[in-house]
């Protein structure tokens, strides 16, 4: 039964690669692999209604993360329908490919921590399709943000899933995982830039509408929808803390509260008048396929996950390995190609606080490398299924252009962490 599982699962995963080739979206490839996984697991179980039980408590996790996808997803459409991010780039006067690169990355990496790297990627790709007319170009800006959204989410309990789990579980703390993963992540996004941005030249091409065309909102309505957009997004992170609910109900309380706040302000134009600025109009417009990819990655992972395989490897890693360095880098490796979030849940499950004290060098290190190993490929963070969705990225046009970069990065801000954990442990 594993066997074949295995067998599906990256059977699915290259056909994925091979979108553009087999001329079938991902997200239909997603969610057949993903059914076929839990057919197969159920097929060969002597007890189906335990198995429908555990499908039933995955469904819960997974849909908390889609229907936080989903309310992010239309407060940033919505903040677009209304011009809302004409502010930001009216404060990004530069064209300079080069220093506009930075700027992008730079903003990207903290927003990421006080928001998340979903939630950011998806803001910053709105803001680069408002300041970048070519694509070419724009991949590239996306291609760097989705890195820069994954290194910035790692260093603070609120900016990546994974550090948000090992917090919650008690394996790290909010103050010390800052102090000591803020460096390494830096380096983790430096590294990348550094060696691409020594030979961008020239200025970027801003689309038609920044150039010349007005546009038909008031300043008062894109000034109101984008404080209040942001100012939703946020919050997520503060009413989870004050409440301890899931965070994506902050998200649909704020997408209701966005939703009134847009219905008042229309109130007195007809539905011709309201056109494009309407919830209603937002929820047509987003990319539903991408949530449906995101769906079927995540059911075909949760299926590898309860029949053990995902702990299985993680137990073979530590019987073969040995050296929780080493383990370590390879978890953030393969959380390119699988889920993080089960892969940093095998870890929780393997080791104790007994073992590993809270903030200790695995914890810290784990939450690293779970963060930023992603970023290796497209489909191997949140940020980056986002990115690919909203932007139609290439698997292997990123694996081309960004892959190798990322690895050095990654590779990099390991280093650093370790010589930086030397000095301070």
């Not at 335990?50 to 469904?59: G, P």
């Not at 134009?269 to 047509?284: N, Q």
Request: hydrophobic content about 55%.
């Amino acid at each position: 039964m594993e066997t074949l599982i295995i067998s599906i699962f990256i059977l699915g995963y290259i056909a994925i690669t091979l979108e553009h080739s087999l001329k079938i979206d991902k997200a239909a490839i997603a969610l057949v692999t993903g059914v076929a996984c839990w057919t197969v697991y159920t097929l060969f179980s002597n007890d189906p209604a335990a198995i429908s039980h555990h499908l039933t408590e995955h469904m819960g996790e997974i849909s908390e993360i889609l229907f936080f996808l989903l309310g992010a997803m239309v407060i940033v459409e919505l903040i677009d329908a209304h011009d809302g991010f004409e502010i930001v780039t009216e404060y990004v006067r530069t064209q300079d490919k080069k220093r506009l690169l930075w700027t992008a990355c730079i903003i990207t990496f903290f927003l990421s921590a006080i928001l998340d790297n979903l939630t950011t990627t998806i803001v910053m790709v709105s803001l680069l399709r408002k300041l970048i007319g070519k694509r070419e170009d724009r991949l590239l800006f996306v291609g760097f943000t989705v890195v820069a959204a994954n290194a910035g989410g790692a260093w603070s309990p609120m900016g990546d899933v994974t550090t948000t789990m090992l917090w919650i579980g008690g394996q790290v703390s909010a103050v010390n995982i800052v102090k000591m993963l803020l460096l390494p992540s830096l380096v983790c996004l430096a590294a990348p830039l550094l060696i691409f941005s020594r030979k961008m030249k020239g200025k970027i091409e801003p689309p038609e509408r920044l150039a010349g065309g007005p546009t038909d909102t008031t300043p008062a309505e894109r000034r109101i929808v984008f404080a209040l957009g942001l100012g939703t997004l946020m919050f997520v992170p503060v009413f989870k803390t004050l409440t301890h609910l899931p965070p994506f109900m902050g998200m649909l309380l704020g997408l209701g509260v966005m939703w009134m706040v847009t219905e008042l302000l229309h109130s007195g134009k007809d539905e011709v008048e309201k056109g494009t600025r309407s919830v209603v109009h937002a929820l047509r417009k987003i990319d539903s396929p991408s949530i449906l990819f995101f769906l079927g990655i995540l059911v075909a992972v949760a299926a590898l996950q309860s029949t053990g395989l995902l702990a299985g490897m993680a137990t073979w890693l530590e019987r073969t390995v040995g050296n929780i360095t080493v383990i370590c880098i390879l978890i953030g490796f393969l959380s390119a190609i699988v889920d993080n979030v089960p892969l940093v849940a095998a870890a929780q499950g393997m080791y104790t606080l007994e073992q590993f004290h809270t903030d200790h060098y695995f914890w810290e290190f784990l939450a690293y490398c779970a963060g930023t190993g992603g970023s290796a490929l497209i489909i191997g963070s949140a940020a980056g299924v986002a990115a690919m969705g909203m932007e139609k990225i290439d698997f292997f046009w990123y694996l081309k252009r960004i892959t190798l970069l990322a690895v050095l990065g990654y590779l990099a801000g390991a280093a650093v962490y370790v010589l930086q954990s030397m000095l301070v442990h």
